[in-house]
């Protein structure tokens, strides 16, 4: 696995302090984007928090996730949660290490005593002496949160810098892109109120086991759900449930459980599920299998296979604001494009993080994650692989039908009604499920007349 090495450099320690106005929350945050460029400190929220003791316990659950394994449980994994500020609200935002469950935490502007926040996106300290005392947070005593340094603070090359150095595996970074993407193909399947929400995830096993391998299905019954063998119509799919276990944390507080997903087709899917808190929302998001991660989706693919929605992206990026909310037909005027190109300028610019996808309100948000996200572009394998068939000439195009000779083999990719289908094994146990192959992908290239090294084909 190819992995960099992200270096997050914070003034000082993240820390719970004591004071005459109550307990102070100091979240440093290393090198972000902002709306004046990239800062090395940026600040986006200082005042209170409507229910501190629940947001704790929500930063909390985001921290679990990003230090968390589910799968291959043996090798460590920890990298500080990302936070979005979006004028309106705070997102704290983690991937756990095994690229199969993205977590978020929205904070919402009636969480937050009415005071707005700044704009950008950076990584915030979560250390475990921070753990430690956020878990002891109780009861409703005022919390002042500030996120970024204090108001008079400089930082100087003389002064005393906390660095983390953080493998960050290139699956890690395709991964993020790529639940964005699969977030904005679902639809609310289910809500259950409090109480049944509460009784459902209780229910859940919290560790991994035969009764956990597979997946597995729930379906809508009255206010609650209930598990079914098969994906029946309606049905949801539930993958690893011992990975929701982080929202464990906020139960006791939830006034419902949102549960959102894409139609069930027979398949194993993705999932995510949302609970709803006063002024904040946590939303875990699992991969179709636990031993498998969002980064061998696919899904993306398509959006990164062509030149003119690479070219869109670009026009739509320079309108972005770190909005919270996303309007396509505001873009579309803008820019002077269609809403569909600019629906699909969107999905490209989630496939570099530039996007993420809120399912509450249906729509993508701004935030630029802080690292190299166009990583997962360059080292994305079918797109490498299929860039390669198409610069090296082995597709022959032939009406519907193409030839692609890939080693020592040939295959047929056929086009009917837009899709594609392939001759390959990888065709044979998907059939698209996970995004098209190389094959499938490198005809498209071609028909589309996408630029690839060593010109257009």
Same mark, same amino acid.
């Given at each position: 696995?190819?992995?960099?090495?992200?270096?997050?450099?914070?003034?000082?320690?993240?820390?719970?302090?004591?004071?005459?106005?109550?307990?102070?929350?100091?979240?440093?945050?290393?090198?972000?984007?902002?709306?004046?460029?990239?800062?090395?400190?940026?600040?986006?929220?200082?005042?209170?928090?409507?229910?501190?003791?629940?947001?704790?316990?929500?930063?909390?659950?985001?921290?679990?996730?990003?230090?968390?394994?589910?799968?291959?449980?043996?090798?460590?994994?920890?990298?500080?949660?990302?936070?979005?500020?979006?004028?309106?609200?705070?997102?704290?935002?983690?991937?756990?290490?095994?690229?199969?469950?993205?977590?978020?935490?929205?904070?919402?502007?009636?969480?937050?005593?009415?005071?707005?926040?700044?704009?950008?996106?950076?990584?915030?300290?979560?250390?475990?002496?921070?753990?430690?005392?956020?878990?002891?947070?109780?009861?409703?005593?005022?919390?002042?949160?500030?996120?970024?340094?204090?108001?008079?603070?400089?930082?100087?090359?003389?002064?005393?810098?906390?660095?983390?150095?953080?493998?960050?595996?290139?699956?890690?970074?395709?991964?993020?892109?790529?639940?964005?993407?699969?977030?904005?193909?679902?639809?609310?399947?289910?809500? =259950?109120? +409090?109480?049944?929400? *509460?009784?459902?995830?209780? #229910?859940?096993? %919290?560790?991994? /086991? !035969?009764?956990?391998? &597979? @997946?597995?299905?729930?379906?809508?019954?009255?206010?609650?759900?209930?598990?079914?063998?098969?994906?029946?119509?309606?049905?949801?799919?539930?993958?690893?449930?011992?990975? =929701?276990? +982080?929202?464990?944390? *906020?139960?006791?507080?939830? #006034?419902?459980? %949102?549960?959102? /997903? !894409?139609?069930?087709? &027979? @398949?194993?899917?993705?999932?995510?599920?949302?609970?709803?808190?006063?002024?904040?929302?946590?939303?875990?998001?699992?991969?179709?299998?636990?031993?498998?991660?969002?980064?061998?989706?696919?899904?993306?693919?398509?959006?990164?296979?062509?030149?003119?929605?690479?070219?869109?992206?670009?026009?739509?990026?320079?309108?972005?604001?770190?909005?919270?909310?996303?309007?396509?037909?505001?873009?579309?005027?803008?820019?002077?494009?269609?809403?569909?190109?600019?629906?699909?300028?969107?999905?490209?610019?989630?496939?570099?993080?530039?996007?993420?996808?809120?399912?509450?309100?249906?729509?993508?948000?701004?935030?630029?994650?802080?690292?190299?996200?166009?990583?997962?572009?360059?080292?994305?394998?079918?797109?490498?692989?299929?860039?390669?068939?198409?610069?090296?000439?082995?597709?022959?195009?032939?009406?519907?039908?193409?030839?692609?000779?890939?080693?020592?083999?040939?295959?047929?990719?056929?086009?009917?009604?837009?899709?594609?289908?392939?001759?390959?094994?990888?065709?044979?146990?998907?059939?698209?499920?996970?995004?098209?192959?190389?094959?499938?992908?490198?005809?498209?290239?071609?028909?589309?007349?996408?630029?690839?090294?060593?010109?257009?084909?």
């Amino acid at each position: 696995m190819t992995r960099t090495v992200q270096a997050l450099a914070y003034s000082r320690p993240s820390a719970l302090a004591s004071s005459q106005a109550g307990r102070l929350l100091g979240l440093e945050t290393a090198g972000g984007s902002t709306p004046l460029g990239a800062e090395a400190h940026p600040r986006f929220f200082a005042g209170f928090l409507a229910s501190p003791h629940i947001a704790a316990r929500g930063l909390l659950a985001v921290a679990d996730v990003a230090a968390a394994r589910y799968y291959q449980r043996t090798l460590l994994s920890s990298l500080d949660p990302v936070v979005t500020g979006n004028g309106d609200r705070l997102r704290f935002e983690s991937f756990s290490g095994c690229c199969g469950v993205y977590a978020r935490l929205d904070v919402l502007s009636e969480g937050l005593e009415g005071v707005g926040t700044g704009h950008g996106t950076t990584n915030v300290d979560v250390n475990n002496p921070l753990r430690e005392a956020l878990s002891r947070i109780g009861g409703d005593e005022p919390l002042h949160l500030r996120v970024g340094p204090q108001e008079m603070a400089v930082t100087t090359t003389g002064g005393s810098v906390v660095e983390k150095k953080v493998p960050l595996p290139d699956r890690w970074l395709r991964g993020f892109a790529e639940a964005q993407v699969v977030s904005a193909s679902f639809d609310l399947r289910a809500e =259950l109120p +409090a109480p049944e929400a *509460v009784r459902f995830l209780r #229910s859940l096993p %919290r560790s991994s /086991g !035969p009764a956990t391998r &597979g @997946a597995q299905w729930v379906v809508p019954a009255g206010q609650t759900l209930r598990p079914t063998t098969r994906p029946v119509p309606g049905a949801v799919c539930l993958p690893g449930p011992q990975r =929701l276990a +982080a929202l464990q944390r *906020v139960l006791r507080y939830a #006034s419902a459980l %949102r549960v959102y /997903g !894409p139609v069930a087709d &027979g @398949a194993a899917t993705a999932s995510a599920w949302e609970v709803v808190l006063p002024g904040m929302r946590l939303t875990l998001t699992l991969s179709p299998d636990a031993s498998r991660g969002f980064s061998g989706e696919g899904g993306v693919l398509e959006a990164l296979a062509t030149d003119d929605a690479a070219a869109d992206a670009d026009l739509v990026s320079v309108l972005l604001a770190w909005e919270p909310r996303i309007e396509p037909d505001r873009l579309a005027a803008e820019s002077g494009l269609p809403v569909e190109r600019v629906r699909a300028a969107l999905v490209r610019l989630g496939t570099a993080g530039r996007v993420g996808y809120d399912l509450a309100d249906a729509a993508y948000f701004h935030r630029e994650l802080p690292y190299d996200a166009d990583r997962a572009e360059r080292h994305n394998p079918r797109l490498v692989a299929a860039r390669k068939l198409a610069r090296e000439g082995a597709v022959v195009l032939d009406g519907e039908v193409a030839a692609v000779r890939s080693g020592d083999r040939q295959y047929q990719v056929r086009e009917r009604s837009g899709a594609l289908s392939c001759t390959c094994q990888w065709w044979a146990d998907y059939r698209g499920r996970r995004g098209p192959c190389k094959h499938a992908l490198a005809v498209r290239m071609i028909r589309r007349g996408a630029t690839v090294a060593g010109g257009v084909r």
